[in-house]
């Protein structure tokens, strides 16, 4: 880290420890340049980062906080030094004199509560399992397409990461073994799972696995179920294990004061819910208005202009787990995104039929809690001749992509 006074003159450069060591010299260092009734508000921090441990405990000192983008850094660098050179040294002297010169255009620090920071953990932990779920559920796909493909034929209405396919699947997973299950045996785990139908499902289903197709050698097919039993017990324990960070979500979620504005928005459950909060925070004033709030979501277009060339492109870069939650509604078969290509029109044209942004549009529940939504006029503007508007649409929702 790098000391400088109010002029830009380097005090002290030094290489602290992490943990507690970290933080006392920290705390040491910075009094040792600040008169005995200093406030330690008059402290400006530049970290490259806005949460960990560090920088809640540098907010909790009451020091300004300022967690800058890594890129933001870099242009700031390029700034100071035209050679390219990089070091810690030179990023600590580099974020030092960012804070010291261009403060007004960095977004300190908000500190979110305790709760809502229990919310963004317990929330991100179901998502993830999710995902990691969803990434096993594709190997197993793979692993079946390759030597029992009548398997994919025949569960394919009851989904892979159902309870009753991996049940199937433990009890035979290769073609020779399947083959050979009854309907009663078929019946069994669908009646446990709830299903309707289980009469007329289960003999479709013996009949779709004793259908002739291509497969592999006797040895092949051992190996290759051996693979299947590891990946239906990796998926059975994580079906009951997000099960569990469910309740969990939803009981921290439940004790947050903003609950019910949350769930007041269209199409926003408690899962749904506790992940906008978390992502979004509850430290008040953090958005400066609810263009910035869409801006971080991710939902707003980002707009380039020169001369009478006019750009209107989408935000590509976001947060990742954020940006479906704002873009898609829960219970809709399938859900289109508007990404608006990148077109460079003429001025003197007339202008498209854009739709302008209303409070019911797919970014009412991002910027609700700030501002309401209000219509702006449209930007992008179409050149002469027949035009197309290209929509992409995401593959169909199901059960596993929440």
């Excluded at 693979?227 to 017990?233: D, M, Q």
Aim: net charge positive.
């Amino acid at each position: 880290m790098e000391v400088q006074d109010e002029h830009g003159r380097m005090l002290r450069a030094v290489r602290l420890p992490e943990g507690m060591d970290g933080m006392t010299r920290f705390h040491e260092l910075v009094a040792a340049f600040l008169p005995e009734a200093a406030d330690p508000a008059q402290v400006l921090v530049c970290i490259e980062t806005d949460q960990g441990p560090w920088v809640r405990a540098l907010v909790a000192a009451g020091y300004q906080v300022y967690g800058v983008n890594p890129k933001q850094a870099a242009r700031h660098r390029e700034l100071v030094s035209l050679s390219g050179a990089k070091s810690d040294k030179a990023d600590a002297h580099t974020l030092a004199d960012m804070v010291r010169t261009r403060r007004h255009h960095l977004r300190q620090v908000a500190a979110d509560s305790d709760l809502a920071e229990a919310i963004r953990v317990v929330s991100r932990a179901h998502q993830t399992l999710i995902w990691e779920r969803t990434r096993h559920m594709l190997r197993l796909r793979h692993a079946l397409r390759d030597f029992f493909p009548a398997a994919l034929e025949a569960y394919r209405d009851l989904t892979l990461i159902g309870a009753d396919t991996l049940e199937l699947l433990a009890k035979a997973p290769d073609p020779v073994s399947a083959a050979k299950l009854t309907v009663a045996q078929v019946s069994a785990p669908l009646k446990r799972a709830r299903r309707k139908g289980v009469d007329a499902k289960a003999a479709a289903i013996r009949d779709a696995l004793r259908t002739q197709h291509l497969g592999q050698s006797a040895v092949v097919n051992t190996a290759y179920a051996a693979t299947i039993r590891a990946l239906v017990a990796i998926l059975q324990t994580l079906n009951s294990q997000i099960k569990i960070m469910e309740g969990q979500v939803g009981a921290h979620f439940g004790q947050h004061p903003d609950t019910e504005i949350y769930l007041s928005q269209p199409g926003i459950g408690t899962v749904l819910g506790a992940r906008v909060l978390a992502e979004f925070g509850d430290a008040a004033g953090r958005y400066a208005s609810a263009k910035a709030r869409k801006n971080y979501a991710a939902t707003s277009p980002i707009t380039r202009q020169s001369g009478k060339s006019k750009t209107v492109q989408a935000r590509f870069v976001h947060n990742d787990r954020l940006v479906t939650r704002c873009t898609c509604k829960p219970g809709q078969r399938s859900c289109t995104i508007p990404v608006p290509a990148p077109t460079t029109t003429n001025s003197e044209h007339a202008r498209s039929d854009t739709t302008p942004h209303s409070a019911n549009s797919a970014t009412a529940s991002s910027v609700s809690s700030t501002d309401a939504s209000r219509p702006v006029l449209p930007t992008t503007q179409k050149p002469p001749g027949p035009t197309a508007t290209n929509t992409s649409q995401l593959d169909p929702l199901s059960s596993w992509g929440v």
